[in-house]
């Protein structure tokens, strides 16, 4: 089993920053591969972006191309996600997932990390 918790959600104001972190527990994350997902409210969740297990290949959701980095550090066992020039549209609850199979179905999930872009 694999325990995934985020952090590093909150408040920003319209074109400012934040970085989520995605901790694993449990199982080393090095082995899977990593997303991030988001549900806006009223919204369905949708992909944001993912990341391969070795961290050499990276896709983006079209609408955080430019904006927004994921990356990890398989060391500390964590994933992250670099958000700049946030937007009003960024708000939602952010969430990170573990070990995809071929249909990029995730097999973890965190419990979400609430990220409200104020204008």
């Known amino acids: 089993q694999v325990q995934l918790v985020e952090s590093g959600g909150g408040l920003v104001q319209v074109g400012g920053s934040l970085r989520l972190s995605c901790a694993a527990s449990g199982r080393t994350l090095r082995r899977y591969g990593m997303g991030w997902f988001r549900r806006a409210p009223g919204k369905e969740r949708e992909f944001v972006a993912r990341?391969?297990?070795?961290?050499?290949?990276?896709t983006y959701a079209d609408f955080v191309k430019g904006r927004f980095t994921i990356s990890r550090d398989n060391a500390k066992n964590t994933v992250y996600l670099q958000m700049n020039s946030l937007k009003a549209e960024d708000t939602a609850v952010y969430y990170c997932a573990a070990d995809p199979d071929i249909n990029y179905s995730y097999r973890y999930w965190g419990q979400g990390t609430q990220v409200t872009v104020s204008s």
């Open positions: 990341i391969t297990s070795s961290g050499g290949s990276t």
